[in-house]
Every structure is written in C-alpha cells, then in structure tokens.
C-alpha cells in the first residue's frame, strides 16, 4: 500500500563521523522523498483504508511533517485534507503543506492545542481524525522502516531513534524486539521536551506546561497513554539531549555526510556526543527521519563555519 518512493531508503556507514563520535555509525536516511521525512509510510496507509470509504475528508493536527505527508498521500487519493497547526511551526512546512493542497488552519497556540482543534473538527464535521501515533496505520508505516534495517548487513547492535509522539520508536521498536531482539533500542529526546521520556521512566504516563526546543517535530506535552505502553514493551532506554548537542549533531551531519538536517534528525547523533564512552565499540544505526528546515533558522543555528572534531 505503500508508494515505493518511500520503501527501501538508503542505509550506509558513514566512516567521516565515526572519529568524531568514538564508534561504527549507520545512517537510515529517510528524507530522500518527496515530502522529506518517514511520515508518508504512515499516512499511505491511513490514506489506503480510506480509499473505499464514502467520506472522502480527512483531518490531521500536525507540527509540520505529518501534515506534509497526509496532504501528499491524500492528493493522490482524492481524499480532502485539513490540516491544524501551530501558527508558531516551522513556515517552511506551513508552506509545503498548503503546496501539496491541503487546508491548513492555524491556531495561536502550540501542538497541544492544534491537537484538540483537529478533535473538534473531526467531531464536528463527522470526518476522519488522524492522530499521529495513536492511530496503528502511523505506526506500522514506521514498523516498515525496522524491517528494512533487519534485512541490512552488516548487523548492528544499537539503533538510536527520534522520540516525539511515539510513533517511529514504537514502530521500529517492536520490529527489532520480534526480529532482532539483541539490538538495544534507544530513543531520544530533547531535555526542553521530555514529557514522553518522563512518562518511560516512571512508568506512568507525565504531561509538562511548556516545551523549549529547536527540535519541533518531537515537542510534544501530553504523551497518549496506549502509546506509552507499547513503548513500554520495546524500549532499551529513553535519554534527554541538551539544545547545544542537538546543534552540534546537526553540523556534523552537515560537515560528514553533506545531510541537511531538521533538529529532530540530529538526536541520535546528539546522544552520542553526550555519551561517548556508553557508544564506544558498538555499531550503531541513528534513522535520520527528517530534513525539513526553515533555511534561514539553520543558518542562525549552524552557522557557517566547520565543525572541527577531536
């Protein structure tokens, strides 16, 4: 069901990080597509189901990406979709996502409220929600990406994954945990945004006020509590990554492997440099699950100078 321009995505070592990060690192990237992120795998399925359906509308609350990616799947389904955002989100997606011809509502406040504003739409119209990570079709396109890392040689033994809404982690994670049981899974998310890590290390799901991070596409404040408990069963650890190495991780992909990353590409790498000594050795895979960037907010972060490591 899913378009191939999205399957089978590049994976290779990449040896110009590896002395900078002190181990074997494997790129999954999975911007080579048109809507330059994982996000279409979900929503060709979402997009799939409806095909037979009399209703034809569908609505999503998106930080960008998903949005992207529902407008591109819906497009080519004829389904009508809306999508509600934060007035606040990155203007490069705001712009692609009315480019793939999708309506777009924005709403003065962040993700939590784009969120309930998609729920009261959906109620109100009697149409389609689509609730990234909670609905199972977001989350078994992100199992496709698993499946495609276990059929790779050679094998790792740790995969570091962008935590947000849960969809990738949970996805890919019960993936590994059926297929390849020894790779440690890992997810990753930034210390201005940690609701969802919170939530896995107490075992109980933990909401914050506010976010503050670069990293949009993962700052999330009320985690769902059926993901949680999938991510529960699958997850090895979750860690925090400060604001400093999400940049760094972004400039060495930029210097290493000419990738021009979103900030929520750069956590796994982010996870690395804080932690050296617990990756030394090991063969580690990050999936690089987005490259949607305002230009001029990745200049001001990068800037234009080398990254030199030791």
Known sequence: MIDPVFLDTPMYRCEALEPGLGCTVSIKLETANPVRSFKARGTELVAGMLAGHASRAVVCASAGNLGQALAWSGRGRGLDVTVVASRFATRAKLDRIRAWGAGLELVDGDHEMARERAAAIARCDGIRLVEDSLDIETCEGAATIGLELVDTEPSFDTVLIALGGGALATGVGHVMKALAP????????PLGAPALTHSWRGRR??????????????????????????????????????????????????????????????????????????????????????????????????????????
């Open 182 to 189: 020894a790779v440690e899974v890992i997810c990753v998310q």
């Open 205 to 310: 799901v933990v909401t914050t006020d506010s976010t503050d991070t670069i990293a949009d596409g993962v700052a999330g404040r009320r985690p769902i509590p059926a993901v949680l408990d999938d991510l529960l069963l699958v997850a090895d650890d979750a860690v925090l990554v400060q604001e400093a190495s999400i940049i760094a991780g972004m400039r060495m992909l930029l210097d290493h492997a000419g990738l021009v990353v979103e900030p929520s590409a750069a956590l796994g790498i982010a996870a690395i440099l804080e932690d050296r000594d617990r990756f030394a050795g090991r063969h580690v895979v990050t999936i690089v699950c987005g490259s949607n960037v305002d230009v001029d907010a990745y200049h001001r972060w990068v800037g234009a100078a080398p990254l030199h490591t030791p």
